[in-house]
């Protein structure tokens, strides 16, 4: 038995899409397609600017340098998610700063961002970890003029009182790798209702050149823009948007079904959710204190349930971002799993699944 942890959805729409961009001859980064992804993907989470990027993290880079975040500047992280924040904080010289995770939601607490804030304090990275929205109430009440980038890479299909995640953030990012909700391979996207930061971000992921003065540079550039090809495949994936993120759901429901019997009946617990948050599930995930021995028993018959990230405050790479024990991240972190979770996967992967963990207890 092989159960991948994640596997992209890919059907003839897709296949299509890109053929059709190949034999229209626009394979990198003007073309149709990456329009037109970029009008969807706007509307989709409501926001007035969407911009297609080569990747999640690098249009967290834009995000801050569109702020004017570099050198001799602090940015307020959550202690526990993938390390893409705290990179792209440092990949502009500026220092991320880690805030505890609430324990019973697993985003960034507003009350300990509060207490992390400092003069040298240009902005808060809010990560919708593993597809559920962060307190964005609580954190407006406690930022004050700072802004919120909003990285809801993990997130796409998950609400905060009843609005999309990606609509939160002064700037929110996305991510369009494989294992996330809706992929695109690689890519990614920043959106924002902020013509300047728009502007900005455009200059800056096009090599500072404007159209109005080809090849003359008045900032240093990037390149990180969306090829057509991978655009294609985007705009597929977001017209099967709602199909895409109700299967991942689907995929989560037949876990808790096949797990009841395990939450009721041993330490095992799912991530918890908040009343005001509808979950768009990513990867199920799991926490047990004894997860070594679970992951053994999955990994020995082809299941590939992996441990989730260390708590970023033990990275010794990060050790000057830690002004305080991250206890509930570390907590979290040790104990947490993820289970393969696709939308292609059936009711009996799911079961399977299910079997070997419940086994593992007995
Ligand atoms: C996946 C991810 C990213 C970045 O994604 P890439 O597109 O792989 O660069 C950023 N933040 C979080 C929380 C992620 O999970």
Request: glycine share 8%; charged share 20%; with cysteine.
């Amino acid at each position: 038995m092989i159960i991948p942890l994640s596997s992209p959805s890919i059907t003839d729409l897709e296949r299509r899409y890109v053929a059709d961009a190949i034999n229209s001859g626009w394979i990198s980064a003007a073309g149709e397609y990456v329009t037109r992804f970029e009008q969807m993907l706007a509307g989709r989470i409501g926001r007035k600017h969407a911009i297609a990027m080569t990747n999640g993290t690098v249009a967290l880079e834009a995000a801050l340098l569109a702020l004017g975040i570099g050198a001799g500047d602090e940015v307020i992280v959550p202690a526990l998610t993938f390390v893409a924040p705290a990179a792209a904080v440092r990949s502009v010289g500026a220092l991320p700063v880690f805030a505890e995770v609430y324990g019973n939601t697993w985003n960034i607490s507003a009350g300990d961002v509060a207490r992390m804030i400092t003069p040298r304090t240009k902005a808060v990275i809010a990560v919708d970890v593993m597809g559920h929205s962060c307190n964005y109430k609580a954190l407006q009440s406690v930022v004050g003029n700072i802004p919120i980038i909003e990285d809801a890479a993990e997130a796409h299909g998950a609400k905060y009182q009843g609005a999309y995640a990606g609509s939160f953030g002064v700037v929110s990012t996305l991510s369009f790798h494989a294992n996330k909700s809706i992929s695109t391979g690689e890519g990614g996207a920043l959106l924002t209702d902020d013509d300047d930061i728009a502007q900005q971000v455009r200059l800056l992921m096009n090599h500072g050149m404007t159209r109005e003065r080809p090849y003359w540079h008045d900032v240093v550039g990037h390149n990180w823009r969306m090829t057509n090809l991978t655009a294609a495949i985007g705009c597929a994936q977001l017209e099967r948007w709602d199909e895409l993120i109700a299967a991942r759901q689907q995929v989560a429901d037949w876990y808790d079904d096949a797990l009841g019997y395990l939450f009721r009946e041993t330490q095992l617990w799912r991530r918890p959710l908040a009343a005001d948050c509808d979950e768009a599930c990513w990867l199920y995930t799991l926490h047990h204190q004894d997860r070594g021995r679970i992951l053994n028993a999955l990994h020995t018959v082809g299941i590939d349930a992996r441990a989730i990230w260390p708590a970023l405050c033990d990275l010794p790479l990060y050790v000057e971002s830690c002004r305080q024990d991250c206890v509930s991240a570390r907590h979290i972190s040790n104990g947490a799993f993820w289970l393969p979770t696709s939308a292609t996967m059936t009711q009996s992967d799911v079961e399977q699944v299910a079997e070997v963990l419940c086994a593992a207890f007995v």
